[in-house]
């Protein structure tokens, strides 16, 4: 009996151990998603395959080295004619004669080795470059994920702290709302007094009911973007009140390059690949050299039996050489094909020029929507403490019979709009500063 008691305590120890719930920082969650998102996922085995890519370009550059058997029946021996007079015929006529075997074979080894090949050569430094751009392609993954990681997050935390809120002021007007109530028993309050709390209370029971929806979808959200099953059990770790805002402005303009933006880093790898391009193309009017080599051995019989006599009927044979092959026209076609690659530099020259401009205006937008979101957020941070201290004055009047209920209800809606609009704006605020640090190419800091 003691195992079969033991059997359902492991199932539930297992169980909540697995429904335990991970609490993860916004760094956390960054690391976790750069490790999980599937885009990263395929964005890092698109360079395995360019790193395979480079191993391949060079095998070419390896002695190739192959072994080959050849088996024939000749069941119609082809015919071939001789002069007669070979065989003391009449001269010019000519007599048939059969030479091919019934069976022949073969069997070798061939070996060829690349000594010359410009394109080779420049083939390899393009693959390495190629393997570049890959690595590229990540890192703008890892980025697109970092500040889609990023957003949800802030969402996420501040909808958790709107919720609590949301909690607050239920609870503030269940307590006034049985208050009232106690207050109409008591003789002190009328049945409308009693209604018009009453009607505030179904509301943020409605809107708290509502809410509880929105914050499930943010975690989803999250947890979506960081490549994790939505169904997981999360917590964040940080809150509101641990951000420091007054780092919200980081001065991110000396120094900068337009090469910490990934995509000014990856056009000028475009570049570099189509100038390889050309010069693997002026390359191909050189000559190539490749040696080559086969030893083996072959024989030819009447019958099938007497292919096993290797020791009679098999001789060997064997060639080394060297192959030369110059080009000399081809139409002009890899002149056409240098010039084509030299208008395609241009186009990306001109894409380099255009993409300047873009961060300069993206850097100046994020710039002013950073500072005018800081000053909103400021604003409604002082209203809503104003807003807190018109409730909690209200409040202490009513208590004291020198207010009445309507003006705690208008204050606790107030109060309760102001915190909504205070969090709507840290929600910006943060979001801001997400998208100038994507503008100076700093978001790959958190990684």
Known sequence: MTRLYLIPFFILTSWAATAQTTVMSLQECITYAIENNQNVKNAQLSLDISRYRVGEILADGLP????NADLGYNFKVPTSFIPAEFFGGEP??????????????SAGIDLS???????????????RTYTDLSRKDKIKSEIDVIEAVSKAYYLALVNHDQRELIDKS????????????????????????VDRILVQFNNIKVEKENFEKTLELSYALLKFQMGMDINAPLELKDRISDIQFEVLEPDYGAGFNYNDRIEFSTLQTNFDLVSLDIKNTQVRYLPKIDLYGRYGASTGAGSFSDLMAFGDRWFGLGVVGMRLN???FDGLRKSRQIQQKRLQLQQIEISQDQLQKNIDV?????????KKNIDNMIAQ???MELAENVYNVTKIKYEAGVGSNTDVINADSSYKEAQTNYHSAVY?????????????GKLLDKK
């Open 381 to 383: 941070r002082e209203n």
């Open 428 to 440: 910006n605020a943060l979001v801001a500063k997400v998208d100038l640090e994507k503008a100076y």
């Open 362 to 370: 993206e850097i100046q937008r994020a710039t002013t929507n950073l």
């Open 92 to 105: 010019g006529t000519f007599s048939p004669v059969q030479f091919s075997p019934a069976y022949n074979g």
């Open 113 to 127: 080795q690349m000594i010359f090949d410009g394109s080779y050569f420049v083939g390899l430094k393009a693959s």
């Open 326 to 328: 110059v080009p000399i």
């Open 170 to 193: 239920y609870s503030r007007l269940d307590t006034l709302l049985q208050d009232t109530r106690a207050m109409l028993e008591a003789g002190f309050a009328e049945q409308i007094d």
């Open 64 to 67: 190739q080295l192959s072994a």
